[in-house]
């Protein structure tokens, strides 16, 4: 039997249940026990996967929060195509069965004739320059790459991670939750994108234990890791970030650090030339077009009030812009997320996302200022991005609430101890935490302190703030 085929018949029985369920729906419990009277028990964790398969290939939508999510079965197509199943199967829409494909992202027609003529040789395709009418012709909140019907889609994934959380939360906060595996996913998924080796394995003892790959190059770990810290720099000051010169400059010297030849050159405008390679398009050269070019860019990404539209204009003009010597297309998809940190939304990590696809796409906004190709990548990618992250809550279960109350005191609680030299006693971390919250609070915050100081490491120490050397400081002296 091949490996494939349990899945298959796993997939086939719970798409026949939830369909029986009609308008109504079910829910979980009501699905297991359908599935064992079915004969084909089995674990809740392979359920939700296979449930998320469903979703993503658009036979099953989802709603309610928690434990109070309902299944039913997809009534009419969404306003996009939906994604594949996974890397290896896809709807096939006349029979609506499941058939052996590479993972691809479905193109509207738009997209598929600027695929085809990318797709010519380089040498049929006209050298073409930078379009300041591409960006002028843009007015906020009038012009729009993404239409009524996309937005509110991308309002309803985005805000489906969020179920069960108050409205008013501070910007940030839902990344937060999911941050150790947004810090894996993201890293490694923007890196690939460059042609980094690293595989996700790899990421996560990186981004987690500090291990570096053997056999990898220096660039590529250095890489991971510069993605890893921009992350954490994003996070960390969602209620101050936005498009603004300070945001993206300082974004694109930690993204850029120790990968540039002129270190100079890492979170500053280029005075230089440069060139794409694959692509009959030339950048701006002269240094004062690239300043105004920056700036009217950020003009209008700052205008913008849709976070979804603001996402995808900063994929789409910060790296037609080409406004840095380098990194400008990791500088676009950490900026993408801006927005999102600050709506609280799910981040989108661009885990899954096809390299040539992604390519293609800017090759379409380089090459002819067109942008549905990198649109359908953008809104497939949000999609699988919302589906990883509502499944990894939907087993990981509710975060901490003392923490997300606390998590300002108990960094600065952790600097103080660390940059005092103190030994981390509960007597010391009081009085370091006095004046940072009530008493009643206090016994939880110098257990939460205790536990964070006890895991306190190298892989971990930029969560708060803290120097490297600060750190080894602390841990020589205790």
Not at 96 to 115: D, G, W, Y
Not at 138 to 149: G, V
Not at 176 to 183: F, K, S, W, Y
Request: net charge neutral; charged share 20%; glycine share 6%.
């Amino acid at each position: 039997m091949s490996e494939t085929t349990p899945k298959k018949q796993n997939l086939d029985g719970i798409r026949h249940i939830v369909a029986q369920s009609g308008v109504a729906g079910l829910g979980m419990s009501t699905l297991e026990q359908a599935l064992a009277a079915r004969g084909q028990p089995m674990p809740r964790r392979t359920i939700l996967r296979r449930l998320n398969d469903l979703i993503a290939a658009g036979a099953v939508q989802s709603s309610g929060n928690k434990r109070a999510v309902v299944y039913r079965a997809m009534q009419s197509e969404p306003p996009w195509p939906r994604a594949v199943l996974t890397a290896n199967e896809v709807r096939e829409p006349q029979r609506n069965t499941l058939v052996s494909a590479p993972m691809q992202v479905p193109l509207s027609a738009q997209a598929l004739e600027i695929r085809d003529h990318i797709r010519q040789p380089l040498a049929q395709r006209a050298s073409v320059g930078y379009q300041h009418s591409m960006v002028d012709a843009y007015t906020p909140n009038q012009t729009a790459y993404l239409s009524p019907e996309q937005r509110a889609r991308l309002w309803e994934l985005g805000r489906t991670a969020l179920a069960g959380q108050q409205p008013q939360q501070p910007a940030g906060t839902y990344a937060r939750q999911i941050l150790d595996r947004l810090l894996v996913d993201l890293s490694w998924a923007s890196s690939r994108l460059e042609g980094n080796t690293y595989t996700q394995l790899d990421t996560q003892n990186l981004v987690e234990f500090g291990q570096a790959a053997a056999g990898k190059d220096a660039l590529e770990t250095q890489m991971v890791l510069n993605h890893k810290a921009a992350i954490e720099m994003l996070i960390d000051n969602a209620d101050d970030i936005g498009f603004n010169r300070f945001t993206i400059l300082n974004l694109h010297a930690v993204l850029s650090d120790n990968l540039i030849a002129d270190p100079l050159a890492s979170g500053r405008l280029r005075k230089r030339e440069v060139r794409i390679s694959g692509t009959s398009y030339i950048p701006l050269a002269v240094p004062q077009q690239l300043q105004d070019g920056f700036d009217a860019v950020l003009a209008k990404a700052a205008q913008i009030t849709d976070p979804f539209e603001q996402a995808f204009f900063a994929m789409v003009h910060l790296p037609y812009l080409q406004a840095f010597e380098d990194v400008n297309k990791r500088v676009s998809r950490l900026a993408a997320n801006i927005p999102l940190l600050q709506h609280n939304l799910c981040p989108l990590s661009f885990v899954d996302v096809p390299t040539q696809a992604y390519i293609e796409g800017l090759q379409g906004v380089y090459e002819l200022q067109a942008t549905e190709l990198l649109r359908d990548v953008f809104i497939w990618a949000y999609e699988r991005s919302c589906q990883r992250y509502l499944a990894i809550r939907q087993t990981l279960g509710e975060p901490d609430a003392f923490r997300l109350q606390y998590r300002d005191a108990i960094q600065q609680t952790v600097q103080a101890v660390v940059r005092g030299n103190l030994r981390g006693t509960p007597e010391e971390i009081a009085q370091a935490a006095a004046s940072l919250v009530s008493s009643n609070a206090m016994q939880s915050l110098v257990e939460a302190v205790t536990v964070d100081l006890a895991h306190l490491y190298e892989g971990n120490v930029a969560r708060y703030r803290l120097k490297l050397s600060e750190l080894r400081k602390w841990e020589h002296r205790h």
